[in-house]
């Protein structure tokens, strides 16, 4: 059975968990998803540019924002910082520098974070709607 099988409208209502799987995996790496649907150049595109954000953002010392702030728009932050999977949880594990917010790239860097969660969350959609057969 080859995925464009799996990736119809009669399996998707008869299989509810293909999808969430998809999405899933869409949020953990960023075009993993589109990559399990065989959708090559979106896969490459949201890894891309997901990655190439969070990246930026990181090297200009930007700060990804921690789970449990007081402060709505720092639980907003997270959130947003959170939707970009592994891009958020390997910086974490592999340095503890804390962000430089004395400079204005420190400012643009934790936007760049976080635009890198809002774009992967974009594809965690698009992955789920794919793979429901709701998009081509």
Request: proline share 5%.
């Amino acid at each position: 059975m080859t995925v464009e099988t799996l990736v119809t409208e009669e399996n998707s209502r008869l299989n509810p968990v293909f999808p969430v799987l998809i999405a899933l995996a869409a949020w953990i790496v960023p075009g993993l998803g589109h990559l399990c649907l065989r959708r090559w150049v979106r896969a490459l595109g949201f890894f891309a540019t997901a990655g190439g954000l969070a990246l930026a953002g990181y090297a200009l010392h930007g700060e990804a924002f921690r789970p449990g702030s007081a402060d709505p728009f720092g639980t907003l932050g997270f959130l947003a910082d959170a939707c970009s999977g592994v891009f958020y949880f390997l910086p974490r594990v592999l340095t503890n520098a804390r962000p430089d917010l004395s400079h204005a790239a420190g400012d643009y860097g934790t936007r760049f974070i976080a635009a890198a969660g809002i774009v992967n969350l974009l594809a965690v959609i698009d992955a789920y709607a794919t793979a429901r057969g709701e998009r081509s």
